[in-house]
């Protein structure tokens, strides 16, 4: 079966813009969370929906917003793009919760410029 | 606060050598236990996870990891190191019955030597 899928691969954007980041999970999972993964930070939870809902949040300013759709795709969306939030994003999907095996796609490599 | 720690940002073996890579936990209840692997430019991939039951758990490639409670620890081994285990290391944990994220440690980067 088809896996994570996460568009695009690779991001450049400058400053002050914003960038919409996109998750397609595995056929049948409900649950889709976002990481932050930098050298120095490693991996930061951004947040996990659940058809549909936001049910968990990290530690991440209100420029870091997500949602999911009844199809349980998924986006991010970060906004006044600052250099810091240069990183590898992470998506990982399970059919419940990340209790259970989570799969991860390749990531967005977003660099801020 | 539940916490991961790693001990060892870097850890090189001679191919061939046994793979040790420490993992220990601070949690009041009963957790459950994971070591995932990140290949370069690659997302996360499950390699075992402890619930319940059997203390020493057989994942993909060669690992296996025990829990040991009076330790809080999950050590990740392999009797024999391959140039193709060099990948960095992640060990999470999750209390059962919490809210279902995981807590990651640091990640350990191995280093196979020919």
């Known amino acids: 079966k088809a896996g994570v899928t996460q568009t695009p691969r690779y991001l450049i954007k400058t400053r002050g813009q914003q960038v919409t980041l996109s998750c397609s999970p595995i056929s049948g999972h409900r649950s889709v969370s976002w990481y932050q993964q930098t050298p120095g930070q490693g991996l930061q939870f951004l947040f996990e929906y659940f058809s549909e809902t936001q049910r968990n949040k990290g530690n991440f300013p209100g420029r870091f917003s997500g949602r999911q759709f009844s199809n349980s795709r998924s986006e991010m969306n970060v906004s006044t793009l600052e250099l810091g939030d240069s990183a590898l994003y992470l998506c990982?999907?399970?059919?419940?919760?990340?209790?259970?095996?989570?799969?991860f796609g390749q990531g967005t490599r977003l660099t801020v410029v | 606060a539940q916490s991961v720690t790693q001990l060892g940002s870097h850890v090189s073996v001679s191919e061939g050598a046994l793979v040790l890579l420490r993992c220990n936990y601070s949690s009041s209840v009963p957790p459950y236990l994971f070591w995932y692997v990140q290949y370069p430019n690659q997302g996360l991939q499950l390699l075992l996870k402890y619930t319940t039951g059997a203390t020493l758990v057989k994942g993909i490639n060669g690992f296996e990891a025990e829990f040991k409670k009076s330790e809080t620890s999950f050590h990740l081994t392999k009797p024999s190191a391959h140039m193709s285990d060099a990948a960095e290391y992640f060990c999470a944990v999750s209390e059962s019955g919490s809210n279902y994220q995981l807590i990651w440690g640091a990640g350990t980067k191995l280093i196979i030597k020919p």
């Open positions: 990982a999907s399970s059919l419940v919760s990340m209790n259970t095996e989570a799969f």
